[in-house]
């Protein structure tokens, strides 16, 4: 499966067992960061929810982005 663009690509797949909990967390020195999100099926309620952090990397340290 190639890239959208740039050269490298992240997927996640559904949990059979509920709601997922994948987390992707990149240095605060990285500079820009861009993703799309896209799911298999269009009957599928997937969510997705971004968060950052100015304090640390454990999860209380997060804030919902826009939130």
Same mark, same amino acid.
């Given at each position: 499966? !190639?890239a959208? *663009?740039?050269?490298?690509?992240?997927?996640?797949? +559904?949990? !059979?067992?509920? +709601? @997922? @909990?994948?987390?992707?967390?990149? !240095?605060?020195?990285?500079? =820009?960061? *861009?993703? @799309? =999100?896209? *799911?298999?099926? @269009?009957?599928?309620?997937?969510?997705i929810?971004?968060?950052? *952090?100015?304090?640390?990397?454990? +999860? =209380?340290?997060?804030? +919902?982005?826009?939130?």
């Amino acid at each position: 499966m !190639p890239a959208l *663009s740039g050269r490298r690509f992240l997927t996640a797949f +559904a949990s !059979p067992d509920g +709601a @997922n @909990n994948d987390w992707l967390i990149i !240095p605060a020195d990285s500079g =820009a960061f *861009s993703f @799309n =999100a896209t *799911s298999l099926t @269009n009957t599928l309620q997937e969510k997705i929810q971004i968060l950052y *952090s100015t304090k640390g990397s454990e +999860a =209380a340290d997060f804030t +919902a982005f826009g939130g």
